[in-house]
């Protein structure tokens, strides 16, 4: 492996990528998790850590898709420039001299000399090239379980090789293997959803419209202190060698999370929703996360499912129609209605996540204390807030 990190004594850059509007919500933190000199990007946050914590940011964030290391840059301007220049030292990238697969994909700059597409196949190509001169086997591009997965990053300042050190993406935790789910939420949108509203643990909580109960999962995992990554491998723990001295950090941050698992939850969690197969979807995934003993998906109607309690926090994805196809009239009956629920009811802080637009009108709480834009896909919607 190159020694091309970008480092200052035993701190080495970083680059964090998040679901939009979640980036504050990660900066964050990255920083209780011991990351210093952090920037917000579209999209990410970058920074620098001790290098021993890329493994602890890799198992323990819960916002985060992947942490990669920026392994090169350069000034250039041409597209025949940057093929040369990827050519002379990719080999010194990769360390294996058996076959590898890997994996590119490219953003690039509108003033840049190529489009994305171009700047991604040309990087895979000379890639392959580097190698073979270097005298090793062809690497083989592939979507199937790579061992490196660069991202070329043509911006207005010059061009950037990046390298995940995560390799699977740290949202896909796994407990959705299997499960059938409609229009699902993506973990790291949950834990960053609970993290913005701060849906404390220490308080009751209820989803009343939980589908597949992602939310409920992701606050149960917090709560129990279980860290999305204790169990699983990294990328960065394959690679051969470990000239860039993270291995230890792995298996440190692994064995330290697993050692701060509670055995009990400090207040009751519920999720609840009205149809039957997001019940079982949600069974599915409850039992698939090791949670059945501490949360349970009950079949009710929103509108009559919210307790009387001055403690609970409710937490909710509500439908939005637009991926439901639900009747808008339908929809608003139903905001209106669950609104009107709440206003009778005791609680100490609503968190709705939606993208119908007149939300709090229709739920008639008053201002919401805050709203945060976080898309859904290319769908506008809000996270709203309201504290007693
Ligand atoms: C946007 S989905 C929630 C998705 C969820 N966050 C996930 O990750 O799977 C909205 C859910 O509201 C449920 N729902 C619709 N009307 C309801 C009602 N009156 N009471 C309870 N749940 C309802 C739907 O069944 C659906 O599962």
Known sequence: MSSTLFESGNDIDFVASCPLGLEKALKYELKSLGAASLQVERGCVKGSVERSLIGKLNVCSRIA?????????????????????????????????EEIRFEADAIAHKDAPINARSL???????????????????????????????????????VEVLLSSSGRPLHMRGF???????????????????????ASARFAFHDPFCGSGTIAIEQTLKALNIFPGASRKFDAEYWPGDAWGLKQGFGEAKAEAKAKVLSSLESEIRLSDWHDNAIEAATQCIENAGLRKYIEAKRLDARKSILDDDSQTIVSNLPFGERLATNRLQL?????????????????????????????????????????????????????????
Not at 70 to 79: L, T
Not at 176 to 198: F, I, T
Not at 373 to 386: A, D, E, H, T
Request: aromatic letters at 12%.
């Open 332 to 388: 608003d009956g139903l905001y209106r209605t669950f609104g009107e629920r709440l206003q009778q009811t005791k609680w100490h802080r609503v968190l709705i996540f939606s993208a119908h637009p007149k939300t709090d009108t229709l739920m008639g709480l008053g201002k919401p204390e805050k709203r945060w834009p976080i898309p859904s896909g290319k769908i506008r919607s809000f996270l709203y807030r309201w504290s007693r």
């Open 176 to 198: 959705r293997r299997g499960v059938k789910v409609n229009a699902p939420m993506r973990e790291s949108v949950a834990a960053g959803l609970l993290s913005m509203g701060n």
């Open 120 to 158: 991604n196949f040309v990087f895979s190509d000379a890639l392959r090239d580097s190698l073979v001169k270097a005298k090793r086997p062809r690497p083989t591009r592939s979507k199937f379980q790579p061992q490196y997965r660069f991202l070329v990053v043509w911006s207005r300042d010059g």
């Open 65 to 97: 898709h992947t942490i990669m290391l920026p392994i090169a840059r350069v000034k250039v301007e041409s597209e025949k420039a940057f093929v040369d220049w990827v050519h002379d030292r990719a080999h010194t990238w990769i360390c294996e001299r």
